[in-house]
């Protein structure tokens, strides 16, 4: 007996020379929509977006019609999934942007089939095959993404350390590693006598509170404030450090220690790196990783230059339903793979649920591993909802892991 | 009518079944104008492993892609999981020929997800009073579901609750 079944269904036929009328169907055992709209042949352009509402969940779910027209004006080539998720899927409904992309892939392979019976005019022998390799717009084998990578890659932010604008405090790999930012750092601990409004307590043993997981824009591109923004946060809201997790990005030291500088604040380099397993932050590690890594390989390079890895938010669950609705308990958790290679368990997330903190924090204390916490926040406005306490003063990585190492720290419930 | 005669149709069924004992087994099938495709995969519970996984095109207009059983055993071990689409994508490969496997594979781990909500959301009671509580009650729980499409979007009944209690706490939702 089948738990779920979906079945989508798009046909597009020619309504006239330039248009083409596209009509969608998802039908599953939850939902289903439907969707019409005409397309520009010569431009894949699409208008008139109508849908249409059959079976939905909540009471609000109609809403969703009235921001579909979100999509007018959409090119439907190929690339343009992300857009509509990020439009159609997040102001309209997820659903309707999945049967939204289904129409879209079904448009462009119909202009493959449009451009195939004219090209027969004069080819009549012309195989839909054949067209297709000849054509500069078929597929071309591209050369397959390089899984992990040792090269260093070009920043996508320019600029030299120190300067102001956004982008300039982000730099790629190739600059100075780790240990000669902090042994250039003559500076005290920064701690929060800073210009700026400070709410909690004063650092010192045991209270010397960072924020472990945050992002910043644009080194992260889901993230939407500056480093600068989120560092004047931190300030502002008592933490005395944080640490800068983009994904796979490796900050500079120099910039990081400009950064330091300007703000006169604590401020650490960090990655979250995407493995097979979930995504990894990892700590005095400054190779730049792109693509997939395998845990395993993660492990044995950090773990050669000494460095501290950390599972993020492992049982980060779905819009509606967690770890413990699929009977994931924590001794069944205990046993995945990741955790024979991870030196510590982010236990305070602050995008998962109290649930699914709960879990991490059963697995961790299981495992015998440490807990960190970090807010994990993409913007200002959840900069260390949580943190980590450190015993002792931080004054630089080298400081924060040789403190990690030694697991004398634990997450907390900061803002 | 000739614009009544279809230039092209598209059917794509995902289906997703308990066997032995607890795993699911979630299919996609593809049939349209040009291509006919299958991908299979297994996955554990309850940690939502792929655990096994097959496919296969029987018609593709661009050609047998020869190491297609090597790429789709790649993901064996991937978690059905928030940011598994990145990991697929980055273990599968990124070229054109590969994409619409890399696709079903994702559908077919949707599907699992789906058929994990069906369990959840039939516990919604049927009346518009109770089915507002419910919903209003899981924003809250779930906080990823808010602003995450037009239901749970800012200033809308579900989530007034919710914005209630953190203006009174004092932070943003």
Redesign the interface.
Known sequence: MFDFMRNKVVDVARLDPETLEVHGILDDSIYSLELDFKVNISDLICSGVKGRWLRWTTPECPRAIDFLNEAEGFCLEAGIDNKIHKTIGRRSCRHFANLFIECAYAVRETIKLLGWQEAQREHPDLTFKQFILNDEKGPVAQPSVVVESHKEVPSPVSGAAGDTGAAGAARGAGDTRGAGGDAASAKPPVGVESPTTSRKSHPGPGNFIIDMHLHTSPASPCASDSVYAMIEEAKRIGLQGICLTDHNYVWSADAVLALREKHDFLVLRANEIITEQGDILVFGFDEDIQGIIKLVELKKRVAAVGGFIVAAHPFRGFLTFGADDVGLTPESAMAREMFKWVDGVETLNGKVTETENKLSLDVAKGLGLPSTGGSDAHDISTVGVYATAFDEIIDGEKALLAALKAGKYHPVVFR | MS????????????????INGSN?RSVCRLR????DAEVVIEVK????AICAISGHFRHA???EIEDLDQRLQA?I???V???ML??IK??M?????IQQIVYMVEECC??V?????????LK?PDD?AG??SF?SN?VQ?????Y???????KG???VAELESEKAKEG??V
Not at chain 2, 3 to 18: D, G
Not at chain 2, 32 to 35: E, N, S
Not at chain 2, 141 to 145: C, W
Not at chain 2, 147 to 153: G, K, L, P
């Open positions: 614009n009544n005669i279809l230039k092209f149709a598209m059917n794509r069924n995902t289906s997703v079944e308990k699911l349209d104008t040009l291509t519970m309850p940690d939502m207009y661009f050609g993901v071990g991937v978690r999981a928030a940011g990145k990991i980055g273990l490969g990124e070229e054109e020929e949707h599907g997800i789906l058929a994990l909500t069906r369990k959840v959301l919604a518009e089915k507002f919903y899981m729980k779930s906080i990823r579901l602003d995450r499409c037009a239901a749970f979007a809308t009944p579900l932070c943003d």
